[in-house]
Nanobody, 115 residues
């Protein structure tokens, strides 16, 4: 299973970015897909995710009201719309999928929020 992420970049505080992640390969029985991030000197943390069968979403308190995760099950793709970005959102963002009990990770995409 491969996860290919795109959409990172640099934006000013208050700006928006949209990340996308497409899964390919032996895609069946996806349990969750979502996003984690890791800032310099910090541990990787959950940003947001979606339960694939029900569509239920969840997110970290730090991004509630600003980030929205959505999915296209037919395309095995998950999106992360990030609004009102703050400098503390600067991190490498990683796509993640839990499939048949195994965690899969995409290559990270860098998001930099700076004036």
């Amino acid at each position: 299973i491969q996860l290919v992420a795109s959409g990172g970049g640099m934006v000013q505080p208050g700006g928006s970015l949209r990340l996308s992640c497409a899964a390919s390969g032996a895609i069946f029985n996806i349990y969750t897909m979502g996003w984690y991030r890791q800032a310099p000197g910090k541990q990787r943390e959950l940003v947001a995710g979606v339960m694939w069968s029900s569509g239920r979403t969840y997110s970290a308190d730090s991004v509630k009201g600003r980030f929205t995760i959505s999915s296209d099950n037919a395309e095995n793709t998950v999106y992360l719309q990030m609004n009102n970005l703050k400098p503390e959102d600067t991190a490498v963002y990683y796509c993640n999928s839990l499939v048949r009990g195994i965690d899969y990770w995409g290559k990270g995409t860098l998001v930099t929020v700076s004036s």
